[in-house]
Each structure stands twice: as C-alpha cells, then as structure tokens.
C-alpha cells in the first residue's frame, strides 16, 4: 500500500459501502477489507487485464470483494453503494465518471492525475464540493487526494484554483512551479508573464497565511 492510497482509505468512514473505480490491483479494496475499515467494498476497472489482475490478488486474499469489469458506473447496478473512489486516471477521465454517478452516491474520494484546478472548477458546476483536500507526497511527486459531497460547502476563486490543503509545502511546490514557467516564457509575451506574475503573488500570499 503506497501513502496516496493510505490517504484515500483515511477518507473512509466504518459506514461507508465503497466502490472502488479504478482498482487495478484492488489493493485499496483489499486493504479496506482486510482492516474492516469499511461496511463493503466493491472493485471496478475499465481494462480486463487489470480486472483479472485485481482478481488474482482477491483470490490470494480470501476477502469477499464483489468485482466488476465497467467504464466508470456504467455497467454497476449495485445500489447500495455510497462511496465511490476515483484515482489515478487524469481529470478528463473523473469528470466522465462523475457525469453518470447515481444519486444514492453520496460522496467521493478523487485524486487526479493532472488538472486540479480545471477539476475544482467543474466538480462546483456540477453541485460537488470539495469537504478536505490533502496533498501527499510520495517519491518526489504530490498527490492530491479530495473529499467530495454533495452537501453545499462554500468555495472561492482562490480555494478552486489552489485547493485547500493543509500542507504548506505543497503550494511551495505550486509557486515552484509557476517561477519556472515563468522563467521559460520569452520576454516580449508579456500577458503570459503577467499571468504567471499574478499566480506567483497570490500563492505567497496563500502560503503566508498556512
Ligand atoms: C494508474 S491506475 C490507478 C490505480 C489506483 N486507483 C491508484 O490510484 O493508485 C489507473 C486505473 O484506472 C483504470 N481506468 C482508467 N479509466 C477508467 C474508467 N473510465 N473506468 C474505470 N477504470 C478506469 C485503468 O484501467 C487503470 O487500471
């Protein structure tokens, strides 16, 4: 179990009836499992290599976890199901997910791979909101895992564009990376500069204020 999937499971509630989207391996379901860290937990996955895989490693377990070989929801008719975990596919592929989630999924735990702030965005328009965020790091690289319900939680244009993790490293790591963007924008594109410029300031002072 690596730390981005430990962080998902400390989103899990006791009550929680969990599906895991996009298992590959099943490790979080088996985990989940195993610890009794949850009522039931199902596992899903797009690819029936990584299916068979996660099968395999169940079997090896000897745990009851339901599988099932699905694009995201389509092809799940379970409907006691309230949870459901997204991770490790890019934004584009959350959002397609989301689009078919049924109503009696009350909460969601994503991380994604790439375009947090597109994500944030189209997570509101949607009537989702992000409850927690929490940033990992693991080998070099951050994580960043969000808690999603479908009860109002107020956002801002700030909250949606850097979220709202604990870890003040973690926006180090944002403002980082937009000075080096910056430093790689030739000097007569002075809008993008500017843009980058105003990134920059608004995550110093985000950062002054953790
Ligand atoms: C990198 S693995 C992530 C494994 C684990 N969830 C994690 O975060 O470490 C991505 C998995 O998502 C699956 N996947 C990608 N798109 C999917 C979709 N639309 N529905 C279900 N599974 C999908 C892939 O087949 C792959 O097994």
Same mark, same amino acid.
């Given at each position: 179990m690596n730390q981005k999937l430990r962080a998902i499971a400390s989103f899990i509630d006791q009550d929680d009836i969990v599906l895991d989207t996009c298992c590959d391996h099943a490790y979080l379901a088996i985990y989940l499992k195993k610890n009794e860290l949850c009522q039931k937990v199902y596992a899903s996955d797009i690819n029936p290599n990584a299916l068979n895989g996660a099968k395999k490693n169940i079997l090896a377990s000897q745990l009851d976890i339901p599988t099932y070989l699905s694009d995201g929801f389509k092809n799940i008719d379970v409907k006691d199901i309230n949870t459901a975990v997204i991770a490790g596919v890019g934004a584009n592929t959350v959002i397609d997910i989301i689009r078919y989630?049924?109503?009696?999924?009350?909460k969601f735990i994503i991380s994604s791979n790439n375009h947090l702030g597109m994500l944030r965005k189209s997570l509101y328009q949607k009537g989702l909101y992000i409850k927690k965020e929490i940033a990992i790091l693991d080998k070099h690289k951050y994580y960043v895992i969000m808690l999603v319900t479908r009860e109002y939680v107020k956002e801002d244009r700030i909250s949606l564009k850097?979220? /709202?993790?604990?870890?003040q490293d973690y926006y180090l790591s944002l403002l980082k990376k937009e000075q080096d963007v910056l430093q790689q924008?030739? /000097?007569?594109?002075i809008f993008r500069q500017l843009e980058h410029r105003m990134n920059i300031q608004e995550l110093k002072r985000l950062i002054k204020r953790i």
């Open positions: 989630a049924p109503e009696h999924i009350q850097y979220g /709202k993790s604990n870890h924008i030739p /000097k007569r594109q």
